[in-house]
Every structure is written in structure tokens, then in C-alpha cells.
């Protein structure tokens, strides 16, 4: 595409290379899946560079550190705000053996050494956050900038690639659980007796969680609760900074932000601010916990999932041959971990270095507003770091106002319209058969699923797959936007297309979840496990044939959604 922007005209590509060419694509691959667990709504152009640059990156890089026998990573391409993405599959028989081979020493240090592999690798990211942060970007030079703005760069390359060696590693192990207990035990990851097995972990995200339901107990105890029911966060702060015990309350809460607060209020975008930059998210997440009343015991709710998981464990090994009951432990006490790990790494990778990008790209952004070059900090959402590179140096003698229009009225363009979630010659169930083929965990357990099957004797109104198990009935609450959450009640069903980290605090209300897209180890089917209510996921349409208020039954177990009555 070619805009002409006033004194420039250029060829533009979110990005360059990457951008999905029908022609040459389809020659490569016959498949390229919608990432709709990401890439809906559609990214903003400089996010979409990140992403599909450095997430492609880090999904090779793990797959070759760990020499995974079927799957070399996979490549990413970029369409009208999408991530599409193929997967690089191993098909000769001699290079699998040879991989195998590696890869039996290769995840070792997952079986053997998991807690100090992963801690390590949270030390190290916590380190390069803090270099990030000792640049001021209102108090750097423009050369300074450009210098933050590499480091950013190198650190988001960094993260994707222990995100990946990690997850690859992790969800390996998890997908040879599974099949371990198919063979041994009858079960895979959508029976309830596997669940038991696995949940009841604590993780950061948790731990955040549970810092706010005490922030909330706190605030209850010192009579502020109407202080920070005020409405928005301005007027909640004003109000607490009028009383002793509201000042003391608000360090808290702030420390707990700049501990703990480095996320977005969308795990794969960078256009919406961090709690750091706006505490409305966590402060209404509190409002929440206080409005749970005093019975609510957020511990308590902990404790008894671990105990269910430890006496789970107890049983199921009893039916274990003793020949067999040494390796089904060690692959046990690494999937019993996956679920934690998908939470928890996006608390320390994703949701923190994208707020470190945001950081960045609007800390340049204040500065090209000052020289005129833009007219708003997150006008470079719209434009892709070469440019940042071009312009930031001397910005005074630049004028990109053209171009971010032009920018600006895609983007909003694209969000009036569906992506497919399949580019290719096969049918979708031809694509996914490839993906199974594949065995990448990734694929298979976190971003496209397995496909729901249709049973026109069922009568369902939506026909999804198990996430957890369980029924429930209640009343649907369709929420498209985070900043909305503060609207789900107690006892209702969620609806939404995907949810992040930011969503698990209303999980400890609802009675369901219903997810447009999901598979097993994302994060609506981990979070619903936890909390012990069900979810179906992969319904597709569940956000535009549901309403706010129908009554609604979902089957978590058998993954059908029912309309019971209508709003």
C-alpha cells in the first residue's frame, strides 16, 4: 500500500516482511490460523511489529534449544491487524529420531530442576525491567531515547525467548502427561479426574489477587469502603487522601502497584494503560472483593483445591503399576505446574514487557508531541519503531500527522470487520489434523484448540469444548472490555471472546465462563479450574449470539451452551 502523507509518501508495512502475501504464503503453507486469542480486536500497527517479529523468534528459538522431535516453532504473518501463524512441522523420519534423541536430555532440567530454571529466568527479567526503568524518558535526551528504545527492543527479543523454552518445555511435559494417563488411567484433559490432579497451585497472579482481597478486608476494617466506592479513581484517591487511615491505605495500594502493577489492561496490546498508569482496573477489583461480603474466604478457597489435588494424587497412584509409577510422578509434578506457568508467566514476560513498551514508545511520544511531529504521546501506536529511529534524532524538522491519520483510519477500519480465522486451501478440520500431526503443545493446549463437534440430538444453542468441567445456570454477562468488569455480579455467566490475568479476580464470583476462543491451558479453562466452575470454550460466536441478561446453561464437561431464557 502507498500513502501519500502530505511532504512524504511511503510504502507501508506494519510489518516489513511479514505482511501475509496470499500468493507466496499459501506456496509455503496450506494453512495460516487466526491467534484470536491475541489478536482480537486488532492490533495497533506498532504492536503488531513486536509481536509478530519477536513472538515468530521466540517460538523457533525454543523449539530448537529444546530440539522438539515433531515441530521446529512456528512463522507469523500479519494481516489487517491479525496474527496468523503455520507451524513448522517435522515430517522425516530420520531428523525426528535425531531429535528425540536431544530432546530426552534437553528437558531434563524441567523434570529435575523446575523451581530454580524458572526463578532464575524471573530474576534475570526483573533485572532487565529495572534497567529500563532507570531512564526517565521525560528527562532523557533524544539520543538517550533512541538508546531506551533499542534496550526495550533487545528486552522483548529476550523475553520471547525464555517465554518460549519455557512454555515449549512445560507444555511438553504436559502433553506427555496426558497421554501417559490416557494409556494408564483411561482420562485426558477434559475429564474431571485429570483436573483434580493438576489445580489447586498457587501463582503470582494469584498472589496479586489475593493482595487486593486484603487490601479490600483492610479497607473494610478502617470504614473507607465508601471512600473507595466513589466512582472513578481520581475521586476515590481524593477522597482517601483526606483521613489518616486513607493516606495509609493509599501507600499501600500504591506500593502494591509499583511492585506488582506493570501490566495491561489487555495481555496482547499495548494501547491501553498499565494500573501503574491508571488504577481504575485494580481499585475496582477491590470494590468487587468488598462487595463479596465477609463470608468470602479467597484462602480458604485455595486450601481446599490444594487438598482436593493432594488426595486426587494419593488415590490415582494407587492404580498405577509400580514399574510405571516413577515416571508417571515425574511427569506429574511438572504438568501439576502448567497451570501456575501459564498464569504466572504472563505476570514476569508478557503483561511486563509490554507495559515496558508502552512505556517507551509514549515516553518518544511526549517528546515528537513537543517538536510537533505528532499531535498525541500514543500517536506512535500508529507508526512502527524504523520510523521512531527516523524521526526521534531531530524531530523538530518531521510532520507525521498525515501518516498517523491514515494509520489511525485503518486500524479503526479493521475493527468493523472479522478477520477469518483460517487463511489456506484446506478445510478447517484438514488444518487442524495438520496440527495434531504437529504435537506442538502450544498450538494443541493455548492458542487455536480442538474444534467443537456438533451433535444436532444435544439441541445446544452453542457447541464449544470442555475447558473444566461442571454445569451451571445463571445469568449471561457479555463483556467485550476489561474496563467494563466491574459490571459482572455475583452468580452470573461470563461471555467474553478471551480472557487475560486481569480478568481472574471476578472468577471467584461467577458461576461460568463462556469463551469465543480458547483450549486447555489458557486462561479462562486454567482460572475456571481453579475456582471449580466450569467453562466452554471455542464456541466462536458466543459474543454475538448471547446477550447480557438471557438465563443460560452451559455443560463445561460436554461443552454446550444453552438458552434457557431470553433477556
Not at 149 to 165: K, P, Q
Request: glycine fraction near 8%; include cysteine; charged fraction near 25%.
Amino acid at each position: 500500500m502507498t500513502l501519500t502523507t502530505g511532504d512524504q509518501s511511503t510504502n507501508y508495512s506494519v510489518v516489513p516482511g511479514f505482511e501475509f502475501d496470499e500468493k507466496r504464503d499459501l506456496a509455503q503453507a496450506p494453512y495460516w490460523f487466526l491467534d484470536a486469542t491475541h489478536s482480537v480486536p486488532p492490533w495497533t500497527p506498532m504492536f503488531g511489529w513486536f509481536w509478530t517479529q519477536f513472538c515468530r523468534h521466540g517460538m523457533q528459538y525454543g523449539a530448537d534449544a529444546l530440539s522438539l522431535p515433531t515441530v521446529r516453532g512456528w512463522d507469523w504473518r500479519f494481516r489487517e491487524g491479525g496474527g496468523y501463524l503455520t507451524v513448522y512441522t517435522v515430517t522425516d523420519p530420520t531428523e525426528i529420531s535425531l531429535r528425540e534423541e536431544r530432546f530426552r536430555q534437553s528437558f531434563r532440567p524441567f523434570l529435575e530442576s523446575y523451581d530454580e530454571q524458572w526463578t532464575g529466568f524471573k530474576n534475570e527479567m526483573l533485572g532487565h525491567y529495572a534497567r529500563l526503568k532507570q531512564t526517565d524518558p521525560d528527562r532523557a535526551s533524544n539520543f538517550e531515547l533512541l538508546a531506551l528504545l533499542e534496550d526495550t527492543i533487545a528486552v522483548t527479543r529476550r523475553m520471547w525467548e525464555i517465554h518460549m523454552y519455557m512454555m515449549y518445555g512445560v507444555y511438553t511435559v504436559y502433553l506427555l502427561f496426558e497421554d501417559l494417563c490416557k494409556d494408564l488411567l483411561g482420562i485426558d484433559d477434559t475429564s474431571a479426574d485429570f483436573h483434580r490432579l493438576l489445580r489447586g497451585y498457587g501463582n503470582k497472579v494469584f498472589e496479586v489477587d489475593r493482595a487486593l482481597w486484603q487490601l479490600a478486608r483492610d479497607a473494610a476494617d478502617a470504614d473507607l469502603g465508601a471512600c473507595i466506592s466513589m466512582g472513578d479513581a481520581q475521586a476515590v484517591i481524593s477522597a482517601l487522601e483526606e483521613s489518616e487511615a486513607g493516606r495509609d491505605w493509599l501507600a499501600r495500594f500504591r506500593g502494591l502497584l509499583e511492585e506488582d502493577g506493570w501490566r495491561l489492561q489487555r495481555m496482547a496490546e499495548i494501547n491501553l494503560p498499565s494500573w501503574v498508569e491508571d488504577p481504575t482496573t485494580p481499585l475496582q477489583i477491590i470494590r468487587q472483593f468488598l462487595g463479596s461480603g465477609p463470608e468470602f474466604d479467597l484462602d480458604r478457597k485455595r486450601e481446599e483445591l490444594a487438598a482436593e489435588r493432594r488426595e486426587a494424587q494419593k488415590a490415582v497412584l494407587t492404580r498405577i503399576q509400580p514399574a510405571d509409577r516413577e515416571w508417571f510422578s515425574a511427569l506429574m509434578s511438572v504438568a501439576e505446574r502448567a497451570g501456575a506457568f501459564s498464569e504466572e508467566h504472563n505476570h514476569y514476560l508478557d503483561l511486563y514487557t509490554h507495559a515496558m513498551i508502552r512505556r517507551t514508545v509514549l515516553g518518544i511520544g511526549r517528546r515528537l508531541v513537543a517538536a510537533g511531529t505528532i499531535d498525541e504521546a500514543e500517536d506512535t501506536l500508529f507508526l512502527i519503531p524504523d520510523e521512531l529511529r527516523r524521526v526521534t534524532g531531530a524531530p523538530e524538522f518531521h510532520r507525521l500527522q498525515d501518516l498517523v491519520r491514515s494509520r489511525r483510519a485503518e486500524w479503526e477500519s479493521w475493527q468493523q470487520k472479522d478477520n477469518p480465522p483460517l487463511l489456506g486451501t484446506l478445510s478447517l478440520d484438514e488444518a487442524v489434523g495438520q496440527l495434531v500431526l504437529s504435537k506442538d503443545p502450544i498450538a494443541l493446549k493455548v492458542v487455536v484448540g480442538a474444534m467443537p463437534k456438533v451433535d444436532p440430538e444435544v439441541h445446544a444453542d452453542l457447541y464449544g469444548v470442555c475447558g473444566s468441567p461442571g454445569v451451571a445456570e445463571g445469568i449471561a454477562r457479555v463483556i467485550l472490555d476489561e474496563s467494563r468488569l466491574d459490571e459482572v455480579q455475583p452468580g452470573e455467566i461470563l461471555v467474553a471472546a478471551t480472557t487475560s490475568p486481569s480478568w481472574t479476580s471476578v472468577f471467584a464470583f461467577i458461576k461460568g465462563v463462556v469463551v469465543d476462543r480458547g483450549a486447555s491451558l489458557s486462561h479462562a479453562a486454567v482460572v475456571g479450574r481453579e475456582y471449580g466452575i466450569p467453562v466452554v470454550m471455542n464456541v466462536f460466536e458466543g459474543t454475538k449470539k448471547l446477550q447480557t441478561g438471557q438465563r443460560i446453561r452451559i455443560d463445561g464437561t460436554n461443552g454446550h451452551v444453552f438458552v434457557i431464557d431470553q433477556a
